[in-house]
């Protein structure tokens, strides 16, 4: 599937790259967020005897969310995240996203899991981290038509308020909803304006046609 996705933006973008104009540009939009999160937990071992010291190692061995002691009560960590999203627009009609996180979209690129897990991921007791990827989450072909406009790759989902669907674009967000899809998509307002303007030619017709019709009478 992903194989597929690729062929076919390549192949829309290549089309649409030779049916531009000689004169017209193909112009590359960057945009992003940059942000980082600070963490801190105050006794954060309240079941153990000694917090901040002894482990359960049962739970370390299942890894999750459990935070072992590393010798102090409390703890602080910081997260950091960088997610680029370059637009590149071949005409007014089709443009090409994409969207691109250095590390982990849910972890930041200071770490790879939860903190001090067994596996010594986030390990805010550490000197040294594993080297971080920069990964597209989503990549996608927009082309506007006349009745609606047409989305082909691996695109972003939002429907029932974000409650069912969340595309994640908001500041913050962590957790995203994204298929591969072909997808027709049809404003609601444009669909209304278009209906009235139907609505308003096929009255003017009807008044022409019985003005001329009371002319004949």
Known sequence: M?????????????????GVKQADAVQLDWNGQFWF?????????????TPGYDADR????????????????????????FKLKP??????SLSIKSELHIGSPLYGFFGRGYPSTGDEKFNFTGSSKDSFAIGAQ???ANLVTDFG????????????????WNAGDNLFDKYQST?????????????HRQYCAAQHIFQQA?????????QYL
């Open 206 to 214: 009807a008044n022409r046609f019985n003005s001329r019709q009371f």
């Open 87 to 92: 637009k590149l627009i071949v005409n007014d």
């Open 37 to 49: 999160e600070n963490h801190w937990l105050n006794n954060y071992q309240l079941s153990r005897a």
């Open 179 to 191: 298929g591969d899809m072909v997808r027709i998509r049809h404003d609601v307002d444009e669909a």
């Open 149 to 164: 406009t047409i989305e082909l790759g691996r695109a972003p989902l939002h429907w029932g308020l974000g409650a069912i």
């Open 2 to 18: 992903k194989q597929w996705i690729s062929v076919a933006l390549l192949i829309v973008g290549l089309s649409a790259a030779t």
């Open 58 to 81: 049962t739970l370390v061995n299942q890894g999750g969310q459990y935070v072992p002691g590393n010798g102090e009560k409390n703890t602080v960590w910081y997260d950091v995240f």
């Open 138 to 140: 989503r990549y996608w």
